[in-house]
């Protein structure tokens, strides 16, 4: 049907289908901005403003806009003249990822439209349709309330440094030297390649450096000018402008469907499969089955090689073994003849018993989930035990027999999703050389490369994974899960494939944080100190053991040791179960540790009639001591010893206490329906994986002095690319905009093992540094001689460097020089980083609830983190992974899981009945950046990515507990369980 639609005050006369969304539409037209996240409407990444209006384009038919004015974010504004909101989101650091950025922004200038002069609460509202998982909203919130008061002609304090207009301006090299002696310079930009002492600087302009964040502790970042500063995210003009940035962002000629058909029982085998109909329809290029793809047993975790976890999965199988496992794949002409064509395979299942709860899983008369001969790694197959580990330390017996008191509980944690707005997605095709180009949402480019290589059948050479910008990460991402099916449907028609997950298939068919039953026993003195500690659990790996030995690993490893002790256990079971596999989620393992630790502590303390508080400071980890299981646990080998050389934990618990007003609120919960209460956590982690995490970086320098800079570092929205650009500012002397960065491609990068573990500040940006230190060197030897000073004399500031004798030769200058005039090179250098230190971040963090003891119903109303990650290269950055980790830390406490019928079926597919924070919901939260120097990190950089999201939900729960005197030992604190322990308590009560 042909269609006419006014899109940005274009009209456009288009032939649609009857049954076309309007979000699909838009996309084909070029609105990438327009964002496909759930199919129902709930997350409001295809938001569209239809006749002003807020709408989810991907639950309207394109027939119903007909005569409507559509807007996307394409018309706001351009890269040369931002929108005021889009300002406003770039200054504020409310980008992250970037995916969801366009629809907050429309929703947010619909609101500014109706009401130039909104209140938080108002703003909140509005942005209640957008759902994010990466900026915990409070930026968000800050950027629409900034850019409405410079709407209305207020002033507003700056915050980053103003965007600059040199990447607009047009360039002159200038004269050369010879030139210059006799004419001047001809370019003011050039400047003259000498300069007499106290002369002004040639017509260059001078940002403003903008606000700072206030950085409590050993000192703060005042001794270097871009390191520490609140720079702009190099890449947030392209996001907020909706420019085509991510996977699905390509429009490829002939470019084929894929859909997987995929699992209706928890556990079966194929008996018999008929594709003969789907491959007869027409538009069908390919039906592949487990008959058609080699047998080879793979990981699907994106890890080191060699891989340290079971490598127990394959292609396609002619075994499932969860509600969602793959059975087929279809490649066709359109989505929806691909759909059908998975409707027309038929499969003859013989249903086989299945394991849904772990604690049966080593049950003698169990079935087994991998009785398969090929499949390796997995620790007993015959008992459904992936992984085991165990550590000891001391003689923990004898520990508790000379403890005066021994406590002993239990506590659980569920299978959560990692909920990245833009599901899973993967474009493959030959290139013009035919080599297979594999576009993918990853935080593993060189692991997806390796890993699929024998999958697939082609080595790694002819194999170039791109990662362009990705829509959400957290773990989930690090894993392996559509490259390899939709590499083979490529190989098999010759044409370009695109496999997408949908946000049910997201939910069913991808990967989750590993539940994990616990068991804490302390023994203490009656002083409080600890004389024994023990950690056991029983973790859910689910049908696969990709992550099962490394993340449980993490769970011990980067708890107990906050409390070093003499006598120390730790084992961990990981067995498999018939449901969707558990994998990577932001924390890897420490969430749950530290849930069960930090509720446990609590309890110790009530035992002994201590303050909680006392207690951890009596007992926690101090500068100089050394971590206790770093060497016996490692991650997936033995790790190696870990002195802490830097901790700020003193002034963490301190700014959270006092935030919380903790002596006058502890304890004072109340006696009516509403009671409050407060809790605290202390948690650490570490930063990236010792001896095995590296990163390599390359920079060269150009013509007008700027700067490529190729890291193999994956930005994953936490700004790595944009803290990769600060370190080498500094160590180069010169500005942001002089920075290039490219990042995330096999062919062009150096190898990095990528996104994750904490790692890419620590080791990318160690790497970088190391090779700016050496360009910086081939610069200073080009100017020394230009200069006739000894290089080691001179210095570089803001693009100039300078003589002790006061002359002058800019950046721009000696690289002409060094590619045109004498003695010609290329400046550029590569270097690798790698450390077989670990210095862990440290953080306090506290919550203040209400409880309504009549539903049941949790409301955090406060929430405060105070982190200590080493010298802060971006503190609005580093406030936003706080903020962000901790939203998510609050939906792990207090509604997030997922949940399955007695077949195993999975019952939370969307985003209504899994249900995240939304701006609406979130408390008043807090963000405090404890700066403290560690000598092993450049700049004296810690991590900060990952521990915001591990003490949360144990503050929640320890501040139910303050509430209503009870405990309740299984998160989310969902009303039903708040409920039940009033209940419980009620009636031990009575008796």
């Not at 982690?685 to 570092?713: C, E, Q, R």
């Not at 790692?759 to 230190?773: C, D, L, Q, R, V």
């Not at 963090?845 to 200590?868: F, N, P, W, Y």
């Amino acid at each position: 049907m042909e269609l006419e639609l006014r899109i940005n005050g274009i009209i456009k006369s288009l032939d649609v289908a009857p049954n076309e969304s309007l979000m699909t539409v838009l996309r084909q037209e070029g609105y990438h901005s327009v964002k496909h996240g759930c199919e129902t409407g709930e997350c409001g990444a295809c938001n569209v403003l239809v006749d002003g209006v807020p709408r989810p384009s991907c639950v309207m038919l394109a027939a119903q806009a007909g005569g409507c004015t559509l807007t996307t974010v394409e018309s706001l504004g351009t890269a040369r003249k931002l929108h005021p909101l889009q300002e406003a989101f770039i200054d504020t650091g409310a980008i992250q990822c970037g995916f969801c950025t366009p629809g907050m922004v429309l929703s947010a200038h619909a609101l500014l439209k109706s009401n130039p002069d909104p209140s938080e609460n108002e703003v909140r509202d509005a942005l209640s349709g957008n759902l994010c998982r990466c900026t915990g909203y409070v930026k968000p919130v800050e950027a629409v309330l900034r850019a409405a008061a410079i709407m209305r002609g207020e002033t507003v304090p700056p915050i980053s440094s103003p965007g600059s207009a040199e990447n607009f301006k047009p360039w002159d090299p200038g004269r050369s030297p010879l030139e210059h002696a006799e004419y001047g310079a001809s370019n003011p930009d050039a400047g003259p390649p000498y300069k007499s002492p106290g002369s002004p600087t040639t017509g260059e302009d001078s940002s403003a450096q903008g606000g700072t964040a206030t950085l409590v502790g050993a000192r703060t970042s005042t001794d270097l000018s871009i390191v520490g500063k609140p720079e702009r995210k190099v890449d947030a003009v392209k996001l907020v402008t909706g420019k085509p940035a991510f996977v699905d962002d390509i429009d490829l000629r002939d470019m084929l469907h894929a859909r997987l058909l995929t699992s209706p029982h928890a556990h079966a085998i194929i008996r018999a499969i008929d594709v003969s109909e789907a491959r007869a329809l027409s538009g069908v290029h390919a039906v592949l089955t487990y008959k058609d793809v080699p047998r080879i047993p793979y990981t699907t975790a994106g890890q080191s090689w060699p891989e340290p976890g079971p490598h127990d999965q394959y292609c396609l199988d002619n075994r499932v073994r969860f509600v969602g496992d793959r059975v087929a794949a279809v490649a066709a002409e359109t989505p929806e003849i691909a759909e059908q064509a998975l409707g027309l395979i038929h499969v003859d299942y013989e249903v086989l018993p299945a394991v849904l709860d772990p604690r049966q899983s080593t049950d003698p008369n169990a079935p087994r989930i991998h009785p398969e001969p090929e499949s390796y790694r997995i620790h007993d197959a015959s008992r459904n035990v992936a992984a085991h580990l165990h550590a000891e330390i001391g003689d923990v017996e004898r520990g508790f027999a000379e403890s005066d008191l021994v406590v002993e509980r239990e506590y659980i944690v569920p299978q959560v999703q990692q909920t990245p707005i833009e599901n899973h997605i993967v474009i493959t095709y030959w290139d013009e050389d035919d080599r297979l180009v594999v576009r993918t949402s990853t935080q593993v480019p060189y692991h997806v490369r390796r890993i699929i290589a024998p999958v697939i059948g082609l080595p790694p050479r002819r194999i170039r994974v791109v990662k362009p910008r990705i829509g959400g990460g957290f773990g989930v991402k690090q894993e392996v899960l559509l490259e390899d099916i939709c590499a083979i449907l490529t190989m098999a028609t010759d044409r370009p494939v695109k496999l997408e997950f949908s946000r049910a298939e997201e939910f069913r068919s991808s990967r989750s944080r590993h539940p994990q039953i616990l068991r804490m026993k302390t023994g203490v003195k009656r002083d409080g100190t600890i004389i024994a500690n023990q950690m056991t659990l029983l973790a859910n790996t689910g049908a696969y053991g990709t992550h099962a030995l490394t993340v449980q690993s993490n769970t011990g490893s980067k708890t107990l040791p906050i409390y070093p002790c003499a006598n120390i256990r730790f084992d961990a079971e990981i067995v498999y179960t018939n449901l969707p596999p558990a994998g990577a989620f932001r924390g890897y393992g420490v969430p749950q540790g530290f849930f069960a630790l930090e509720s446990h502590i609590d309890e110790v303390a009530k035992q002994l009639g201590m303050d909680a508080l006392e207690l951890r400071r009596k007992n926690w980890l101090k500068e100089g001591d050394e971590n206790p299981l770093a060497r016996a646990l490692g991650e997936g080998k033995e790790g190696y010893a870990q002195i802490i050389e830097s901790c700020g934990l003193p002034q963490c618990l301190q700014i959270v206490e006092e935030k919380l007003n903790w002596k006058e609120k502890r304890g004072k919960s109340g006696s009516g329906r509403f009671r409050r209460g407060v809790g605290v956590s202390l948690a650490m982690h570490g930063t990236a994986i010792p001896g095995l995490d590296m990163g390599g970086a390359s920079i060269k320098l150009n013509d007008d002095g700027s700067f490529n800079v190729l890291v193999g570092a994956t930005d994953i929205g936490t700004g790595s690319d944009t803290v990769i650009a600060q370190i080498a500012a500094e160590v180069l002397g010169v500005r942001m905009e002089d920075i290039i960065m490219h990042s995330s491609d096999t062919d062009f990068a150096p190898f990095d093992t990528g996104a994750y573990a904490s790692s890419t500040t620590y080791i990318s940006g160690g790497a970088t540094k190391k090779a700016a230190e050496q360009v910086r060197m081939q610069i200073l030897d080009v100017a020394g001689r230009m200069l006739r000073a000894n290089p080691e004399t001179l210095t570089i500031n803001d693009r100039v460097i300078t003589a002790p004798n006061g002359q002058t030769v800019t950046v721009s200058q000696v690289a002409l020089d060094s590619l045109h005039v004498e003695n010609q090179q290329q400046i550029m250098s590569t270097a690798s980083w790698m450390s077989y230190n670990s210095p862990p971040p440290f953080a306090a963090q506290g919550a203040e609830v209400e409880v309504d003891t009549e539903t049941g119903v949790v409301r955090v109303l406060k929430a405060i983190s105070a982190v200590d990650a080493g010298r802060v290269v971006n503190p609005i950055m580093a406030e936003g992974q706080i903020e962000g980790g901790s939203t998510q830390a609050l939906g792990y406490g207090v509604c997030e899981e997922m949940v399955y019928d007695q077949q195993g079926a999975l019952l939370t597919t969307n985003l209504s009945d899994y249900r995240i924070f939304s701006a609406v919901d979130m408390p008043q939260m807090e963000s405090y950046l404890v700066e403290t120097h560690d000598p092993f990190g450049p700049f004296g950089v810690k991590a900060i990515a990952e521990i915001p999201i591990d003490g949360m939900a144990p503050a929640v729960a320890n501040a139910v507990a303050d509430a209503l005197g009870v405990r309740v030992h299984q998160i989310p604190l969902t009303p039903e369980r708040v409920l039940l322990a009033i209940y419980t308590q009620s009636q031990n009560a009575k008796q």
